[in-house]
């Protein structure tokens, strides 16, 4: 029987490794529900150091529930002192509707956090419909999802490094534009500048 192997790539990609030496990492974890999340953190703990972190560059921060957590994360990473930031939490479907809004409001908030400090941060907030679901996955038959964000968070720490070093490698090399060579003067106007530049061209015109 003949195996096909997958034919190699034509351009060279960056990926991240599960390399954590010498980076820091910072924890956030929410109190609600602590019987899941502290076992979320331990496993999340223990990726980072089996990845190679050293327990002094791991900090923890707890918050009271899932909704603080981009804050709280948002706030560590604008600090600058951690490569990644890997936010725990467990949120169970109620009655009401209470849990739709959470879940929406503690994922856009992690998202728009990573997205606009620049600092990956792994989503470990587990929601789930029952608690069997949540205990299932902080340790039994589907694994344990804070082992799981560790490792994402260690992939993407480096990662990015990569991507900076490879950027700066290009910026000594002369490849690509400056940021001096962008200025507000190569930004076209938007339309409604435009016509407005143009009628009073028009009307100067008039005067001469």
């Known amino acids: 029987m003949k195996v096909e192997h997958p034919a190699e790539p034509k351009f060279r990609a960056l990926e991240g490794s599960l390399d954590a030496t010498g980076k820091r ?28 972190a050293a327990r002094k560059d791991i900090e923890i921060a707890r918050v009271p529930g899932a909704f603080e957590i981009p804050l709280a994360a948002r706030t560590l990473a604008l600090t600058g ?6 936010c725990i939490g467990c949120l169970l479907r109620g009655d009401t509707a209470h849990y739709d809004v959470i879940v929406n409001e503690v994922t856009r908030g992690i998202g728009q956090s990573a997205q606009e400090t620049g600092v990956p941060h792994a989503f470990g907030v587990l929601t ?17 999802k804070g082992f799981e964000a560790a490792l994402a968070a260690v992939e993407m720490a480096s990662l990015t490094s990569g991507i900076r ?4 490698g ?13 200025g507000p003067t190569q930004i076209p106007p938007p339309r409604s500048a435009s016509r407005r ?7 100067t015109k008039r005067r001469k």
């Open 25 to 52: 990492f910072a924890i956030v974890v929410a109190r609600f529900n602590a019987f899941i999340t502290e076992r979320l953190l331990l496993s999340a703990c223990d990726g980072l150091l089996r990845s190679g």
């Open 81 to 86: 002192k951690y490569n990644a930031i890997i």
């Open 128 to 144: 789930c419909e029952t608690l069997e679901q949540a205990i299932d996955r902080a340790g039994l038959k589907m694994g344990n």
């Open 165 to 168: 070093r490879s950027a700066s």
């Open 170 to 182: 290009f910026r000594k090399a002369g490849v690509g534009p400056r940021t001096s060579d962008v």
């Open 197 to 203: 530049n143009d009628k009073a061209a028009k009307k």
